[in-house]
């Protein structure tokens, strides 16, 4: 089984940054996509970013292209999003989650682990 723990939410003024991690354990996820996904209040969770098992493919949604980064640490099996430019219009509980193996999806039921989730809170 695996458990996945996000960390690093918070609250942030318009225009800052924030890094978000993810951290894994029960199994190595070196050969598993892992992605972000993030769900405000009244909204449907939707897709942010993804990232295959060696990192070498990436996949962002059109609302964070060129702000939001993507990366991962297969040795400390570890997710991060950076996140910079932020917009209130960020302000969601971000969610953490990993395939079994690859490649890449943006869809939330292709994701067979998830984290609890961590707040982020950007204000104007």
């Known amino acids: 089984q695996v458990q996945l723990v996000e960390s690093g939410g918070g609250l942030v003024q318009a225009g800052g940054s924030r890094r978000l991690s993810c951290a894994a354990s029960?199994?190595?996820?070196?050969?598993?996509?892992m992605g972000w996904f993030r769900q405000a209040p009244e909204n449907e969770r939707e897709f942010v970013a993804a990232i295959s098992g060696r990192g070498d493919n990436t996949n962002y949604a059109d609302s964070v292209q060129g702000r939001f980064t993507v990366s991962r640490d297969n040795a400390k099996n570890t997710l991060y999003l950076q996140m910079n430019s932020l917009k209130p219009e960020d302000t969601a509980v971000y969610y953490c989650?990993?395939?079994?193996?690859?490649?890449?999806?943006?869809?939330?039921?292709?994701?067979?682990?998830w984290g609890q989730g961590t707040q982020v809170t950007v204000s104007s």
């Open positions: 029960g199994r190595t996820l070196s050969n598993s996509a």
């Open positions: 989650a990993a395939r079994s193996h690859d490649p890449v999806y943006r869809i939330s039921i292709a994701y067979d682990y």
